[in-house]
C-alpha cells in the first residue's frame, strides 16, 4: 500500500477509533439498544469466501468480541439455484480456520421463510406490494435508467385482495416459473433505482438444500437480508459500500411489513487487492473454466486457497487490522499482504534446504562411500530456539543450477570454474571441472572441498564471497514443488479480466529435499532457505511423497521489477 492509501485508508480514522466504533459508541452512550451489541456475518452460500470476506469477518467478530456482545454466522440462502452444501461446509470451515466462533449463533435465512412469507402478506394487504405479470425483460425496460424515470406496471394497481390471493396461489404452486412476482409498491420515478417497485418474491420450481421442496417461491436478497437482521435483533449491521444505496430500501422493508426491530446499517469500503479479483462470479468463471484447479487453487484469493497455500490465519488477521476501516474505496497492495505473511512466518517456521533444478556435483577428493552428518540449526537467529538437526554429507551432492555459471558475470559471486564458494553449514566447495553430454549441456560437476573449513571458515583466513544451499544426492528426498505466482499479470485486471491472466502462474519443478522433509505432514510449512517459505500441500501431500506449494518468496521480486522499470523509463 502506498503511503497516499494508507492515508485514505485512516482517514476516517481519529485517536485510534473507527467511524464503525465512534458510532457504536454513541448509541451505546444514549442507550439505543439497551447497551447490547450484536453483529453479524451473513453469507450467500453460491461460492468459497476470499479475502475480502475475511475482512468483514474480522470485522464483525472482533467488533462484538471488543464490546462483549454476540456475533451471528447467517447463511442467506434464498437462491437454491446457485447454493450448495459444499459451500456452507466452506464457509463454515474457513470461519472457524480464521480464528473465529459463533457459539449457539449459527442461522439460516431459510429458517426464517415463514416469517417472510407473513412479512409479505403484511406488505400486500397495506397496498405496499403487488402480484406483476410482466416478464423480466419487461420489469428491467420498464425500470428506467439513471437520467430517465420508470413506468408503472400495468398491473401496479390492482387490489390489495387479488395480489394476496394470487401470490397465495404462487405458494401453492399454480404458476409456471418466471410467469409472476410479487414486487414493492414504492416509486418509479425515485432516483434511486433500488426503490423503484423491486421484486420481492419469484416463483422458481428449485429444491431446497435444507427445505427441501416445501417451497416454490422464493424471497428476493434485499427483502430477505434486512427482516433476517430485524428478526435476529442485530443490533449493527455492517456493510460493504455496493450496499449503501439499498439501505432505504431495507427501511422501507422493516417499516411497512412492520417489523419490530429496526437495526443500524453502516457501511465501509470493501478489500479491493492488487494482481487479483474479488468477485465471486468471475472467481466461479476460473474454476468452471478450469484455469485453477479449483477454489481451493492455492493461486485463488479465496481463504482455502490461502490456507492451502501455507498462509496463517494470524498473518491473515493481522493484514485485515492494518489496512483497517475505510469509507473511501482503495486498493491494497498485494506486496502488503505478502509482506505480512513473510513476518508472520519468519519466527514462526524452521529452515530447510532444497535444491529445486537440481545440478549434480561430485566430490573428487572425498572417499566413497562416506557420509558425514553436519549440524544446522532450525532458527539460525535464534539456534538455540529448537536445536539442531542433522544433514548427511556425502561425496555425491546437488547444489541449485543457478549457482553454477561457466563463465560468470562481473556481479555473479556463486560457483564457476576454479572459483571457490561455500556450502551452506558445511565445507568449502571448489570447481575443478564441468562434465557436459553429447549435446553440449552441463550433466555435472566435478569438484574439490577443504576438510579443513566445516562450518564455511577456512583455517588460513582466505575470503569466500558466495554461499549455496545444497543436498545428499544418496539422501535426498524426491518431490514434487510448486511455485505459484500472481494469478493475474497486471495490478488491476480488466473487464476481460481472463485476457489478462499470468501465463507463468504455476511452474511444477521436481526437487531434491532435506531427507527429513519425506515426514513433512500435510499443512507443515517451511522456510527453504534461499528459496522462500513453502507449505506441505494439504490435498497431495502423502507420507513419504510430499507435495510443496510455495508460499511466498523470500523477497517481493515483482517490486523489485517494477522499481526498475519506472526508473528505465
Known sequence: MTAEREDRAMDETREGRDFIRERIDTDLAGDKYGGRVATRFPPEPNGYLHIGHAKSICLNFGVAAEYGGICHLRFDDTNPAKESQEYIDSILEDVRWLGFDWGEHLYYASDYFEKLYAFAEVLIQQGKAYVDELTADEIRAYRGTLTEPGRESPFRDRPPEESLDLFRRMRAGEFED????????IDMASPNLNMRDPTLYRIRRVSHHRTGDDWCIYPMYDFTHCLSDSIERITHSLCTLEFENNRPLYDWVIQHARADWQPQQIEFARLNLTYTVMSKRKLQKLVQEGRVSGWDDPRMPTVSGLRRRGYTPEAIRAFCERIGIAKKESTVDMELLEHGIRDDLNTRVARRLAVLRPLKVVIENMPEGRVEEIAAPDFPDDPARMGQRAIPFAREIYIERDDFMEEPTR????????????????????????????????????????????????????????????????????????????????????????????????????????????????????????????CADSRDSEPGRPVFNRTVPLRDSWAKIAAREKKSS
Open 178 to 185: 418466471g410467469s409472476r412476482v410479487l414486487r414493492a409498491r
Open 411 to 534: 556481479k555473479f559471486f556463486r560457483l564457476a570454474p576454479g572459483r571457490e564458494v561455500r556450502l551452506r553449514w558445511a565445507y568449502l566447495l571448489k570447481c575443478e571441472a564441468v562434465v557436459k553430454d553429447d549435446a553440449g549441456e552441463i550433466r555435472e560437476l566435478r569438484c574439490s572441498y577443504d576438510p579443513q573449513t566445516l562450518g564455511g571458515q577456512a583455517p588460513d583466513g582466505r575470503k569466500v564471497r558466495g554461499t549455496i544451499h545444497w543436498v545428499s544426492a544418496a539422501h535426498a528426498v524426491d518431490a514434487e514443488v510448486r511455485i505459484y505466482d500472481r494469478l493475474f499479470a497486471v495490478p488491476r485486471p480488466g473487464d476481460d479480466f481472463i485476457a489478462d491472466l499470468h501465463p507463468d502462474s504455476l511452474q511444477v519443478l521436481q526437487a531434491k529435499l532435506e531427507p527429513d522433509l519425506a515426514k513433512a505432514e500435510p499443512g507443515s510449512r517451511y522456510q527453504f532457505e534461499r528459496q522462500g517459505y513453502f
